[in-house]
């Protein structure tokens, strides 16, 4: 599974120490497993988002031109709308669902715990 890949998590931003830098709940980020754009992110936009929202993609299906997911920055860009509509009580995108809790959760606690851009 792609999160047992957290050893290549730079060594300068060792989790336990997050709470310097990340304003929301710490003990949270603290025990998460260590999620990046390298070893969790970039696969799950590709696999759950990109094939409506890449900038390349061949049928969009309606979404929106201005919210395309093809680099981590902007990804980070719009982090508080990717949470909004993926994580949470409620998701509503990909549409047609399908993804796991699991990984939703996942989701949310890069998109909260990584350093911001990573
Ligand atoms: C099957 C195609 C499809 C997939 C897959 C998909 N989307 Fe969308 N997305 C859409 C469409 C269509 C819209 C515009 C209609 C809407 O907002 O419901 C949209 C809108 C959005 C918006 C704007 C929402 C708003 O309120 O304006 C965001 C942000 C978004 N998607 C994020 C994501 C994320 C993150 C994923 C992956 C977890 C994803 N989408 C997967 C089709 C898709």
């Known amino acids: 599974m792609l999160f047992l890949l957290s050893c290549s998590s730079p060594p300068d931003v060792p989790i336990d120490s ?3 830098s990340i304003p929301i709940d710490t003990d949270m980020c603290t025990d998460a497993p260590v999620l990046r754009w390298t070893n969790f992110g970039e696969s799950f936009m590709t696999h759950t988002c990109q094939g409506c929202h890449a900038s390349t993609a061949a049928n ?3 979404a929106p031109e201005e919210h395309t997911f093809d680099t981590v920055d902007e990804v980070w860009t719009q982090r508080n709308w990717i949470l909004g509509v993926a ?3 409620d998701p509503s995108m990909p549409p047609e669902g399908g993804v796991s809790a699991d990984d939703r959760k996942r989701l949310e606690l890069w998109l909260l715990c990584a350093p911001e851009g990573t």
């Open 87 to 89: 994580t949470g009580e």
């Open 60 to 62: 969009r299906y309606g």
């Open 18 to 20: 997050a709470s310097e």
